[in-house]
Nanobody
Framework: QLQPVESGGGLVRPGGTHRLSCAAS????????IAWFRQVPGKEREGVSC????????YYAPSVKGRFTIAEDTADNSVYLQMNNLQDEDAAVYYC????????????????????WGQGVRVTVSS
């Protein structure tokens, strides 16, 4: 069964750095677009970043551009989200999602384009 599996949630101080990882269970990332979304209570799930390795396509939401980096970790067949200079508003449950249609990152980055989802990991930003 195809499913992304997130890891790396935790507590981070404002201004700090943190890395989330998304592993592939039942598939490889080669022909998929892999995205990170986040959600806080009472709000819609927000697209944060996306990578399509086969298409060489990367997308960042304006709110994280310049602070977050998405990339493939070839050593363990995972996609990570490196988050720098974390702010209070970055606190959320982060979800990894995958789609093979299209292979490029959808724009806009919306939930409806991704059929495969992980369970989510919580990132708390607090001093």
């Amino acid at each position: 069964q195809l499913q992304p599996v997130e890891s790396g949630g935790g507590l981070v101080r404002p201004g700090g750095t943190h890395r989330l990882s998304c592993a592939a269970s039942g598939f490889t990332f080669d022909y998929y677009a892999i995205a990170w979304f986040r959600q806080v209570p009472g709000k819609e799930r927000e697209g944060v970043s996306c990578i399509s390795i086969s298409e060489g396509d990367i997308y960042y939401a304006p709110s994280v551009k310049g602070r977050f980096t998405i990339a493939e970790d070839t050593a363990d067949n995972s996609v990570y989200l490196q988050m720098n200079n974390l702010q209070d508003e970055d606190a959320a449950v982060y979800y990894c999602a995958a789609t093979s249609r299209p292979r490029r990152c959808p724009r806009p980055l919306v939930v409806q384009e991704f059929p495969y989802w992980g369970q989510g990991v919580r990132v708390t930003v607090s001093s």
